[in-house]
Nanobody, 116 residues
Framework: QVQLVESGGGLVQPGESLRLSCAAS????????MGWYRQALGKQRELVAA???????NYADSVKGRFTISRDNAKNTVYLQMNSLKPEDTAVYYC??????????WGQGTQVTVSS
């Protein structure tokens, strides 16, 4: 059974940084597309960033230049480095693994709050 465990969320002031981590178990992590999504209160869940098995990345326009997604296949972990955080980045952040015909799996989420 695939399990994803996020960590690293918290309360920060505008302009500060956070790094989220997502540790995966129960699958060959390196084979799959990994992504970070977020869901703000009252809004739909949206893709923030994704990274393919080969390292190609994709970002939402709202975070380009500020966020960086990376993966360490040896540690079965994907990261999201978030710099220059804004109040509108406040949301619950979820890790996702897309396994093709096997479907996908989600972590439990970690809260990020950006407020002065």
């Amino acid at each position: 059974q695939v399990q994803l465990v996020e960590s690293g969320g918290g309360l920060v002031q505008p302009g500060e940084s956070l790094r989220l981590s997502c540790a995966a178990s129960g699958t060959i992590f390196s084979m799959y597309l990994m992504g970070w999504y977020r869901q703000a209160l009252g809004k739909q869940r949206e893709l923030v960033a994704a990274i393919a098995s080969g390292g190609m990345t994709n970002y939402a326009d709202s975070v380009k230049g500020r966020f960086t997604i990376s993966r360490d296949n040896a540690k079965n972990t994907v990261y999201l480095q978030m710099n220059s955080l804004k109040p509108e980045d406040t949301a619950v952040y979820y890790c996702n693994v897309y396994m093709g015909v096997r479907g996908s799996a989600w972590g439990q989420g970690t809260q990020v709050t950006v407020s002065s």
